[in-house]
């Protein structure tokens, strides 16, 4: 089976913190999501890493970043956090072949 | 830009009784996926859609694609309470190495 992890489920940061949500995939996928869930908005796509060091912005990359320095990890970051960007945080993995995509469990996020 | 509609958003219905979900897209897309999500769970995969025609059951839950008509159903038979969940249709960007749009997704709710 695969197995998506994420590092927290849930998480308080005070504003202007710099926060970290890491994900870890065990099947060997080359492309890795993060989405962010909100209540009437559905999944939206924040970045995209279709391999190591590379990445691509989503929907709404903006006050987000990511690091990829390896295959299995993919990390989310928010430089200075805001109140806005509380949030279900989901990371996702797909192999290019077969484009069905895998999720973790989520990391609920609030700051305050 | 790529748009995914669901409708209906909200949906109660009793027990045995069934009903349909509808996923229409605004252009062409090569896959199409049904997810479910429990409250406060991450998402499941139910169903990956491939060709024009694709039907796909499991159990009270059947997925069809028509292509022609950028439109997939998601058809419950004689719904049970198990079946309450918020189901997501996504379709996969073309040429796009698999990034996905999802719907806002259906809460279904089926009361005894």
């Known amino acids: 089976d695969v197995k998506v992890t994420q590092s927290s489920r849930y998480l308080v940061k005070r504003t202007g913190e710099k926060v970290f949500l890491e994900c870890v995939q065990d099947m060997d996928h080359e492309n890795m999501f993060w989405y962010r869930q909100d209540p009437g908005l559905g999944l939206r796509l924040i970045y995209f890493?279709?391999?190591?060091?590379?990445?691509e912005k989503g929907d709404i990359p903006e006050g987000y970043s990511v690091s990829r320095e390896k295959k299995e990890r993919f990390s989310l970051i928010l430089e200075s956090a805001s109140t806005n960007q509380t949030s279900m945080y989901l990371c996702?993995?797909?192999?290019?072949?077969?484009?069905?995509?895998?999720f973790g469990p989520g990391t609920r996020l609030t700051v305050t | 830009e790529l748009k995914v509609e669901q409708n209906p958003l909200f949906l109660s219905m009793q027990e045995g009784k069934n009903y349909t979900i509808y996923c229409n897209y605004s252009?062409?897309?090569?896959?199409l996926y049904w997810y479910r999500q429990d409250p406060g769970k991450s998402l499941e995969s139910l169903f990956v859609?491939?060709?024009?025609?694709a039907v796909k059951q499991e159990g009270r839950l059947m997925a069809s694609l028509d292509t022609k008509a950028r439109l997939s159903t998601l058809h419950i038979t004689a719904a049970v309470h198990d079946l309450s969940a918020t189901y997501f249709c996504a379709v996969s960007r073309r040429g796009s190495n698999y990034k996905l749009t999802f719907g806002k997704g259906t809460l279904l709710t089926v009361n005894p």
């Open positions: 996702a993995s797909s192999s290019p072949s077969e484009g069905e995509q895998y």
């Open positions: 859609l491939l060709s024009n025609g």
């Open positions: 252009t062409t897309s090569d896959r």
């Open positions: 890493s279709y391999d190591v060091k590379m990445k």
